[in-house]
């Protein structure tokens, strides 16, 4: 009965360590770079800024049917890896200073292309996300009175100051394009399509044609 009982307890014990040696092995910490889950990888960068499944929060929503049907995976890509240098966009790429691993940063890009439901021939007379052409500022201004000052006021300097010198000088030339094109609904800014008539991809080169030349500016005023 004794050695009965000593080969119970010892059995129970190493029992014991083998669950207590599982259970460690279960809960071992993922590293960073081992993150492997796009929603996890989109949950923890970046849906802060773009909201959850990317619709939108502070900034534009890149899981929107209109913002993947106009920027490509290398848009995608680019952005992701380098940011938007002198914006709250940071760089996420290891090789520029940020966490993610090429590897992480594919899967973003395939993830977030997923949510494409629609494609630029979708949408009639849909503006590109590039212009190779040179904005004029001054009917960018004209253009701006008509479709956008019921807004933002008439200099753009109104309750949606879109036109102020501090938010230009945190946002691209590009930023700008894209949320004229795409919109931010949740925050009741219509895309392209929402203005007394849809904005032509030369309306919108020409828009922020003016917007950057108030951007400049301000540049040309601090400099004096």
């Given at each position: 009965m004794k050695y009965a009982a000593l080969i119970v307890v010892v059995g129970?014990?190493?029992s014991s360590c083998d669950a207590r040696g599982h259970r460690a092995a279960e809960v071992r910490a993922i590293r960073p770079n081992e993150v492997a889950n796009f929603s996890e990888l989109f949950s923890q960068?970046?849906?802060?800024?773009?909201?959850?499944?990317?619709?939108?929060?502070?900034?534009?929503?890149?899981g929107r049917a209109i913002y993947l049907a106009i920027a490509d995976d290398s848009a995608i890509r680019r952005t992701i890896e380098e940011g938007r240098p002198g914006t709250p966009m940071p760089a996420f790429a290891q090789h520029a200073g940020g966490m993610l691993t090429d590897a992480q940063i594919e899967i973003l890009v395939r993830g977030i292309r997923n949510w494409a439901t629609l494609s630029a021939s979708d949408y009639e007379n849909l503006p590109p996300y590039t212009s190779s052409q040179?904005?004029?500022?001054?009917?960018?201004?004209?253009?701006?009175?008509?479709?956008?000052s019921s807004c933002h006021g008439q200099d753009g300097r109104g309750a949606r100051a879109i036109a102020d010198r501090s938010y230009l000088a945190l946002v691209t030339d590009q930023h700008l394009r894209t949320l004229m094109i795409v919109g931010m609904p949740n925050l009741g800014?219509?895309?392209?399509?929402?203005?007394?008539?849809?904005?032509t991809g030369a309306d919108v080169t020409d828009l922020v044609a003016w917007l950057a030349s108030q951007r400049e500016s301000l540049l040309t005023h601090l400099n004096h």
């Open positions: 129970l014990a190493l960068n970046c849906s802060g800024c773009h909201g959850k499944d990317g619709q939108g929060a502070l900034t534009i929503g890149i040179t904005g004029d500022a001054a009917r960018g201004r004209e253009v701006f009175v008509s479709a956008c800014m219509p895309d392209w399509r929402g203005h007394p008539k849809p904005l």
